[in-house]
């Protein structure tokens, strides 16, 4: 699809993405209808400081979760994708959710995206990438790689704020449509909200493009280049010149 396409059918998708999410309360209607000034979410508590040890909070909701059936794709999956990485990270990746490649290995972002997500913390970043940690708005892989739905979404969303809550990062890039309206409880599409810097319960959210988008549409690169600039801003470390 190109970038024309895939933001015509966000626009499609909008209205009705918004009255689904509306009616089972991720954003209120009043909300939704208005044009938002920034990409900051209203009314969202801040959220606890941060436990004294992060990786067993983590292990406690990874077993609070379980064989989890809360929804529907509990029965396509092979494995259950909590999420990986330096539990005390400053930067945080949230995407859609787990594809082939990763619920085959039980881990997020293994397959084509995850190298080119690699290539961008460990090139662009030049962090390590079992320095952040990653997880998707959904844990189990939706049949045919569709979108999740918004049952699912819900369903799923109490572990992926607490996995937040414990790790606590200065930093969070939403990836794609899904993980920067998750992160910024909007249904504006993802090619409005990107490029604008955003909060979660207190912590800076940078919304950009999916890796899975990248692939098929390298010219946006340099957006994602421009917003890793941001993520190096906010976690106050040198941004490297054109010559760098
Ligand atoms: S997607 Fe989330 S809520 Fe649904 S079954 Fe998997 S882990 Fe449970």
Redesign the pocket.
């Known amino acids: 699809m190109s970038e024309r396409e895939d933001l015509l059918a966000d626009l499609l998708a909008h209205g009705r993405f918004l009255g689904t999410l509306s009616s089972v309360g991720v954003v209120r209607p009043a909300e939704a209808a208005e044009e938002p000034e920034s990409a900051r979410p209203r009314g969202e508590p801040p959220a606890a400081p941060r436990p004294e040890d992060p990786a067993a909070a983590l292990v406690a909701i990874r077993e609070d ?1 379980g064989d ?7 029965s396509g ?1 092979k494995t ?1 994708v909590f999420g990986q990485g330096d539990p005390r990270a400053e930067l945080m990746f949230v995407g859609e ?1 787990p594809g082939a490649e990763e619920d085959e290995q039980g881990l997020a972002f293994v397959g084509r995206a995850g190298q080119l997500l690699t290539d961008i913390i460990e090139k662009g970043l030049k962090i390590k990438r079992s320095e952040v940690y990653i997880a998707n708005v ?3 892989r939706a049949p045919q790689n569709r979108n999740p739905e918004p049952d ?1 979404i819900l ?2 969303q109490p ?1 992926l704020e607490r996995q937040i809550d414990a790790i606590r990062p200065k930093v969070i890039v939403g990836l794609g449509k899904f993980g920067g309206q998750w992160l910024l409880k909007t249904a504006e599409p993802i090619s409005r909200i990107r490029g604008r810097v955003g909060e979660y319960r207190g912590i800076k959210v940078v919304p950009t493009w999916h890796p899975a988008y990248l692939l098929r549409n390298p010219a946006a690169k340099k957006d994602v280049w421009e917003d890793m600039k941001t993520v190096l801003r906010l976690l106050g470390r040198p941004v490297p010149g054109p010559r760098d």
């Open positions: 979760l989890c059936r809360r929804c529907k794709l509990w999956r259950i959710g959904i844990k189990c699912e369903a799923c572990f």
